[in-house]
């Protein structure tokens, strides 16, 4: 059975940075596509960023590129997110989701097509 387990979250101040990580465990993820999505509240889940388990493809929304990097250590088993020059507006619970999907920008951004997803990790950024 898939995990994905996320930790990192926190309160920072505005400018600040966070580092998020999901460790997955429960079967091999060679051929998976992993990514972040988030949700504030009274909004729906929205895309983050995407990366193909062998890191060479990484694909962001337009909020948040510059300033987040997605990567992953696959000896770990683990997924990243290094979140820099943090803005209240990213405040939201974090979310990591893990599934077999093709690489294309409209299927990465749909939370629906991913098969497995964390418990979430909350992120606060104070003005």
């Known amino acids: 059975q898939v995990q994905l387990v996320e930790s990192g979250g926190g309160l920072v101040q505005t400018g600040g940075v966070l580092r998020l990580s999901c460790a997955a465990s429960?079967?091999?993820?060679?051929?998976?596509?992993a990514a972040w999505f988030r949700q504030a509240p009274g909004k729906e889940r929205e895309f983050v960023a995407a990366?193909?388990?062998?890191?060479?493809?990484?694909y962001y929304d337009d909020s948040v590129k510059g300033r987040f990097t997605i990567s992953t250590d696959n000896a770990k088993n683990t997924v990243y997110l290094q979140m820099n020059s943090l803005k209240p507006e990213d405040t939201a619970v974090y979310y990591c989701?893990?599934?077999?999907?093709?690489?294309?920008?409209?299927?990465?951004?749909?939370?629906?097509?991913?098969?497995?997803w964390g418990q979430g990790t909350q992120v606060t950024v104070s003005s």
């Open positions: 990366i193909n388990w062998s890191g060479s493809n990484t």
């Open positions: 429960g079967r091999t993820f060679g051929a998976y596509v």
């Open positions: 989701a893990a599934t077999q999907l093709t690489w294309l920008a409209t299927v990465l951004r749909i939370p629906n097509n991913y098969s497995y």
